[in-house]
């Protein structure tokens, strides 16, 4: 049986602007109360669901009540807590995808608090401006509002990178001196919020490489993996002494910063713990006597073993680039079978898996080795002996600054490899992202720039940017644009031929 198929719709705006107006428009019954500039909906969120009669999809509609000047933060932080609930779902389904902000076409104008929450929250959701009671203002006053938005959001439409979504709507039929005033852009309303469906996931990639990186390959670090280091070490420390030591060192290692903004099983040892390794200061570790000196040789251990499990990341990023493209088929089957337009383009992501690759070769080459170069190192260097600690025992001394100096240049190390690895997942992100968003506003057909040929120049930029040449998936994937843009052979010869010629200029220079 098919699961359910969720979009998950916030509805923001002042007192009046329309809020609920829109979404009785939306499923077309009136379920929402509405009023005239009074605060109708008095908590937060009024959430209702409404299941399509003949579609598997379910509609999660959340009305809010009107947002104020002195209760902007407030706000904010009430609609980051609803996306966070919604979030805590591994479907994309599941999560929040649009936040519609309705303005009254009427009151032409956009309040400073209106700009602090319109640009927060742009920052983690799709968010499509909605100008409602577009049919009582005229066409040129409604560009010249647009104009006013585009400038006061500092955004264009123009930019991909700054752009937003602006949506004239009637959700109430009226009279008018002029007549009777007609409802539209429902449409548009709902292809924004497939829109937002496909963001939210593309979002979603940056961490999902990153738990897949570091959390996949994983050893158990449990409390009897130090008692018996300490037994067959140091037998002779009681009972007690190593309880506590213990238990000091479960309480600073997993609560580290780096560490406790994860949720992951306490026995876990992952990529993470080894490659953000708390200092000596972090761990209580002041003074390397032999007790401390065996839980480092257990950490130690633990990466060792950790390193053994590395042939495990090829089947993971296999399922992982399996997994990405069969979540986006889902999406697109979903659009599909709600408009009826069949899509028959295949998701290139031809530069993300270039990319995810890279990441796939830095983990089984240089991550490994360097890994494996700095263990070895610290366990010949590090003797777990009992050696006679008092104030004229210079053997004492030196050992404690060597396995000092020791932790913090292998420390160091592994820091370095860490940015390089961070690097190289924000990258995959980032083009994945880009890839993901180009991919979906082409086949819902949503052109976010007026300037067809920059927007066609663009992509074949884009399209250079790793290898300096257009390969046949690649040319496919232009040529798809190249018709949306509505070019003609010649137009696109020489749009592409001017890229190219740019492009090496820049490589020269």
């Known amino acids: ?67 104020e000047p002195d209760t902007t933060d407030e706000f904010i932080n009430s609609v980051k807590g609803k996306i966070e609930e919604f979030a805590y779902f591994d479907d994309v389904f599941e999560h929040v995808h649009t936040l519609y902000y309705c ?8 309040e400073p608090f209106e700009v602090k929450f319109i640009e927060e929250m742009s920052d983690i959701l799709d968010v499509v401006i909605v100008l409602t009671k577009a049919d009582l203002v005229t066409v040129e ?20 990178d700054t752009a937003i979504r602006i949506i004239k709507v009637c959700s109430v039929a009226q009279t008018t001196r002029k007549g009777i005033s007609q409802q539209f852009g429902r449409d548009e309303i709902l292809k924004h919020s497939f829109i937002g469906l496909w963001n939210t996931f593309s979002k979603e990639v940056h961490y999902t490489i990153l738990s897949t990186t570091f959390f996949s390959a994983k050893v158990e670090l449990e409390i009897n993996d130090i008692d018996n280091s300490f037994l067959l070490h140091a037998p002779n420390i009681s009972n007690f002494d190593r309880h ?24 876990d040892f992952t990529l993470l713990h080894f490659l953000l390794l708390p200092s000596l200061e972090e761990l209580a570790f002041e003074k390397l006597d032999l007790g401390n000196k065996i839980i480092l040789k257990v950490i130690f251990e633990k990466a060792e073993e950790l390193i053994n499990r590395f ?29 009826g337009n069949i899509n028959n383009v295949p998701i290139p992501l031809i530069r993300s898996k270039k990319a995810l690759n890279q990441i796939y070769k830095y983990i089984i080459n240089d991550l490994k080795d360097g890994l494996e170069l700095n263990v070895n190192f610290f366990k010949e260097n590090v003797n777990v002996i009992p050696l006679k600690d008092s104030f004229f025992n210079d053997e004492a001394t030196r050992d404690r600054e060597n396995v000092t100096k020791l932790f913090n240049i292998i420390q160091t190390h592994f820091s370095e490899m860490n940015n390089e690895l961070i690097s190289l997942m924000t990258n995959f992100a980032e083009i994945c992202n880009t890839e993901l968003s180009q991919y979906g506003r082409l086949i819902l057909g949503v052109n976010l720039n007026n300037d067809d040929g920059l927007k066609y120049k663009k992509e074949i930029n884009f399209a250079l940017a790793n290898d300096d040449r257009i390969d046949k998936s690649e040319r496919r994937y232009l040529n798809r644009f190249k018709l949306q843009y509505n070019l003609s052979e010649i137009q696109a010869h020489e749009i592409e031929k001017n890229a190219i010629s740019e492009n090496e200029n820049l490589k020269k220079n």
């Not at 509805?11 to 009136?30: F, I, P, R």
């Not at 303005?103 to 956009?110: F, N, P, Q, T």
């Not at 006053?141 to 991909?160: G, H, M, P, Q, R």
């Open 1 to 67: 049986m098919e699961k359910n198929k969720n979009l998950n719709i916030v509805v923001v705006g002042k007192s009046g602007a329309g809020k609920s107006s829109l979404l009785n428009y939306l499923v077309d019954k009136e379920i929402f109360e509405t009023g005239i500039g009074s605060p109708v909906t008095k908590t937060y969120f009024d959430h209702h669901q409404f299941k399509h009669p003949t579609k598997n999809v379910t509609y999660n509609l959340f009305d809010t009540k009107g947002i």
């Open 141 to 160: 006053d409604l560009n010249n509002f647009e104009d006013t938005l585009f400038k006061e959001l500092s955004a264009s439409e123009n930019d991909v």
């Open 244 to 267: 506590n030591r213990t238990k000091l060192f479960q309480d600073r290692w997993y609560n580290y910063k780096h560490f406790k903004i994860f949720e992951f099983d306490k026995s």
């Open 311 to 339: 042939d495990t990341y090829e089947n993971t990023f296999l399922c992982y680039e399996r997994d990405l493209i069969n979540k986006s088929e889902e999406i697109l089957n979903f659009y599909s079978q709600l408009t």
């Open 103 to 110: 303005i009254s076409a009427v009151s032409k104008r956009l």
